[in-house]
């Protein structure tokens, strides 16, 4: 039973490229959370997604960060004209029901977005 | 908001020292807390969680008691291994809700 995979591990982009992150959750989970981690810094909540609808995207930047999680295929983060305050470790999740009080997440290995 | 804070590191041990890293939290309201693990090049898994006042979460050798008085979560382990070196992040979640809020990590690295 594969983890959830992410891809690419490794990301470089130039200011004003897209950026374009990829996350598979386990088998069987429908709930798919994203974080991103600042350098030096703890994990912060960006968006919560179930398959077609986006439920919680308080944390996610009011422009260029959008967030998809289609009926098939995997979750995208997608960043466009980035930055180089971007860079940054993007860290996916999912779990087999909501609610985190009580459920365990299951964490990818993550992204580590450079812009350069 | 809520928020967790954490021991700032890194904290270097020998093997078979006695490990605490410290947790508090601010919340409204009684969350449950948790402490994930990130080994190299892996992502975060969960070491073990509480839900309410006075449980204790165990895994591993780790223990963390859950202290409402104190609103405090801190992870100890009464003799490390080179193999427990990783980053450890505290964090705390309500039931129902979608989100986990962590605490900034705590690398620590265990010399032989």
């Known amino acids: 039973n594969a983890g959830v995979m992410q891809n690419p591990r490794h990301l470089v982009r130039r200011r004003g490229q897209e950026a374009r992150l990829r996350c598979s959750p386990m088998k069987g989970h429908s709930h798919v959370y994203w974080y991103r981690q600042l350098p030096e810094e703890g994990l912060k909540f960006m968006v919560y997604l179930q398959k077609e609808n986006i439920i919680d995207e308080s944390g996610m930047p009011k422009e260029r960060f959008s967030a998809e999680f289609p009926k098939e295929g995997p979750s995208i983060l997608r960043i466009q004209q980035v930055v180089r305050g971007d860079s940054a470790a993007y860290f996916c999740?999912?779990?087999?029901?909501?609610?985190?009080?009580?459920?365990?997440?299951?964490f990818g290995q993550g992204t580590r977005l450079t812009v350069v | 908001g809520d928020s967790v804070t954490q021991m700032e590191g890194p904290v270097t041990l020998s093997e078979e020292a006695f490990l605490t890293i410290n947790c508090t939290y601010t919340a409204t309201g009684y969350p449950s807390l948790f402490w994930y693990v990130q080994y190299p090049g892996e992502g975060l898994q969960l070491l073990l969680k509480a839900t309410k006042a006075d449980d204790k979460g165990s895994n591993k050798g780790f223990e963390a008691t859950y202290r409402k008085e104190t609103t405090s979560f801190h992870l100890e382990k009464g003799s490390v291994q080179v193999s427990d070196s990783a980053v450890y992040f505290c964090a705390l979640s309500f039931q129902g809700a979608q989100k986990l809020v962590f605490g900034q990590g705590t690398r620590l690295t265990i010399n032989p």
């Open positions: 999740a999912s779990s087999p029901t909501g609610g985190l009080g009580n459920t365990e997440a299951f």
